[in-house]
């Protein structure tokens, strides 16, 4: 199952046939999988956020297929960090320390 509908895909991209219905099938499920690595969450069809930047990730692919283009095609389509970043899955590194239990403590010498 398509991570977007192709309708969806069509009307953003303003395309009115069919011929390109795998190409852009393909993108969509990429552009998922790419929000699901990032955020590290599963995609959401439901979640509007999600959807929006899969849109952009799926146009600008569409625009940007040739080798050569005029735009850096690894740069992300503007506004993608912005959608999904309130939901990103924060990794920080950083690990509480764990405080003995007073029961754990060891006993004071006499």
């Known amino acids: 199952m ?3 509908s192709l ?3 069509r009307a953003h991209l303003v395309i009115d046939h069919s011929d390109d219905d795998l190409l ?3 993108y969509g499920n990429v552009a998922a999988m ?4 990032y955020t590290g969450q599963p995609f959401d069809a439901d979640n509007a956020l999600m959807v929006q930047a ?5 146009a600008h692919q569409y625009e940007a297929r040739e080798a050569i283009t005029f ?3 690894y740069v992300l389509p503007f506004g993608v960090h912005d ?4 939901l990103k899955d924060r990794v920080t590194g950083y690990v509480a320390a764990v405080e003995p239990a007073e029961d754990d403590a060891p006993e004071a010498a006499a």
């Open 54 to 58: 899969a849109l952009l990730m799926v």
């Open 83 to 86: 959608l999904l970043s309130p």
């Open 24 to 26: 852009l099938t393909h």
């Open 34 to 37: 790419w929000i699901a690595a």
């Open 2 to 4: 398509p991570a977007l």
């Open 7 to 9: 309708p969806l895909i």
């Open 71 to 73: 735009s850096n095609q």
